[in-house]
């Protein structure tokens, strides 16, 4: 039981970032636990994906320190900018987006989790660029976004 999460993470790595429910089945099979346990455990947590995500997956958190240091200002952006909101996905399959609990940054508030970085004290404005950057095929994470 204790080898589920990381297990499942693995997984959802090596299936294009999302848990099918072949990939429950086998999960269950391999840890000798019902399929009902594991899709519990994929349900539950925000960070396993259960249908295929954009390209760019960005993961707001919202929680109190983000909260209050502005996530609703960045949903709003996000929801403005790519036509989406908490859930779905752009038509072009380019973006999805997730409203999420806590990443672990209270300290470095607002901030979301997009290709597995994370991006902190976030402003619309650098939000704004990153996504720019992501819709012209430019790697955000090689500019200075602190300028």
């Known amino acids: 039981m204790a080898a589920c999460i990381p297990v499942l993470h693995l997984c959802q790595e090596a299936n294009k970032n999302w848990i099918s429910d072949e990939v429950i089945e086998f999960v269950a099979r391999k840890l000798d636990l019902s ?34 240091r ?8 996000i929801e403005r900018k790519l036509g989406i909101g908490p859930g779905e996905k752009t038509p072009d399959g380019k973006f999805s987006f997730e409203l999420v609990e806590c990443l672990g940054s209270c300290g470095t508030a607002p901030m979301m989790r997009m290709n597995n970085r994370y991006w902190e004290n976030l402003s619309v404005e650098k939000l704004e660029r990153i996504i720019d950057a992501c819709r012209e095929g430019r790697d955000p994470s090689s500019e200075d976004f602190n300028r």
């Open 70 to 77: 502005g996530c609703d200002d960045l949903q709003g952006t």
């Open 35 to 68: 399929a009902a346990h594991v899709k519990g455990v994929v349900t539950f947590y925000t960070l396993f994906n259960q249908e295929p995500p954009g390209k760019h997956q960005l993961w707001v958190c919202r929680t109190l320190s983000c909260a209050m």
